[in-house]
């Protein structure tokens, strides 16, 4: 009697080493899609920039956050980052570059996209005024707020008009009231 039988055809490693760098890829994939999420979920809460007026518990900062589905920056103003109050939000393409306290701490003023001061009331919450610093000839503009400074009474800010990637500072004066 003779031994012979079917016998199955081999397993291709081949198959296999696929199936295993298949499930690799996905897997490698899947954390980095997590990871990414839980990246623009920290930076959407992040302060940007915060300033504090000197001898005074108070506190003005930006963070970064979504507004409508895109990032954007809002303005808070409080004692304390904990009882901080959003006042403001900003628009997708606007940003905050600079804060400045009045030297009582009755005033802030956030200087919006280089060129535009809103000040705020921290007492009440309330904007007080905005004034365009310097004139917005382009997006961004050419020229740049840099410094701004309340005078002694809140009536006047003073600050340097720079061009914006160049130097060649010259002084500025506004009316804020």
């Known amino acids: 009697m003779s031994a012979e039988r079917i016998v199955p055809p081999a397993r291709s490693s081949t198959r296999l080493i696929g199936t295993l760098i298949g499930i690799a890829v996905v897997g490698t994939l899947a954390a980095a899609g997590g990871y990414t999420v839980g990246l623009r979920s920290a930076e959407e809460h992040r302060i940007v920039m915060v300033a504090e007026p000197a001898g005074l518990s108070r506190v003005a900062f930006t963070r970064l956050t979504r507004c409508q589905g895109e990032p954007c920056e809002t303005l808070w103003i409080g004692h304390t980052r904990e009882d901080a109050v959003e006042v403001a939000q900003l628009g997708p393409a606007d940003s905050v570059e600079g804060i400045t306290w009045s030297a009582d701490g009755y005033l802030v003023g956030f200087v919006v996209n280089g060129?535009?001061?809103?000040?705020?009331?921290?007492?009440?919450?309330?904007?007080?005024?905005?004034?365009?610093?310097?004139?917005?000839?382009?997006?961004?503009?050419?020229?740049?707020?840099?410094?701004?400074?309340?005078?002694?009474?809140?009536?006047?800010?003073?600050?340097?008009?720079?061009?914006?990637?160049?130097s060649g500072c010259k002084s500025g004066l506004k009316a804020v009231r």
């Open 115 to 166: 060129y535009q001061l809103r000040v705020f009331d921290p007492e009440t919450l309330k904007p007080r005024t905005q004034v365009d610093l310097l004139e917005a000839d382009r997006r961004p503009t050419s020229r740049i707020a840099r410094g701004v400074t309340f005078s002694t009474n809140g009536a006047a800010v003073t600050f340097d008009d720079c061009p914006r990637y160049t």
